[in-house]
């Protein structure tokens, strides 16, 4: 007994439309347009702020400058003007460390806010958790002087039936010294 399995055939399309109507995807769009922005914003704090305290500390040469040469550009004079026919190969560690600080800006902003995002999350469930610690306190406080009702009434109940045999106890006794004292 094989079973064969359909396959439903949904389009390519149709498909697509679905994986872009998700929340993630569009949560994550969302994001990738935010982190370009915020990265502007870094690269312009460690370009036009922060580069410029370095540049006046290092003796006016800016951070991008800083770099080691491997082999000296070749030029050459033609008509009075200096053309370079070989361009000079540079390790640009100034580019690079500024990379750096860039990195060191944005992670360090992402980690305030995620931390928070977090510091109040924990105090929205800390308060979501004391007030459903509330709300369960007093339904058993409700509950228990529910229970102590009942048992008071029950003990009433109680005392009442007792009073009542009591009572037909004594009718009894009465009764039967009446009938004996007929019966003499």
Known sequence: MKEKIKKEKISFF????????????????????????????????????????????????????????????????????????????????????????????????IFVAVRIIKTAERKLKAREIAEKEAAEAAKKAAEAEAAAAAAEKAAAEKAALEEFYTNIKEQSALLREIRDNMNK
């Open 14 to 109: 149709t498909d697509f439309k679905s994986f872009i109507m998700k929340g993630n995807v569009l949560d994550l769009a969302v994001a990738v347009v935010i982190s370009t922005a915020f990265n502007a914003i870094v690269t312009g704090l460690v370009k036009y702020i922060i580069t410029p305290f370095v540049t006046y500390f290092t003796s006016g040469q800016s951070i991008e400058e800083w770099e080691y040469v491997l082999k000296e550009a070749v030029t050459e004079m033609v008509d009075g003007a200096e053309v370079v026919l070989e361009e000079a190969i540079t390790i640009q560690y100034g580019l690079w460390i500024q990379t750096i600080v860039d990195f060191l800006i944005i992670a360090f902003s």
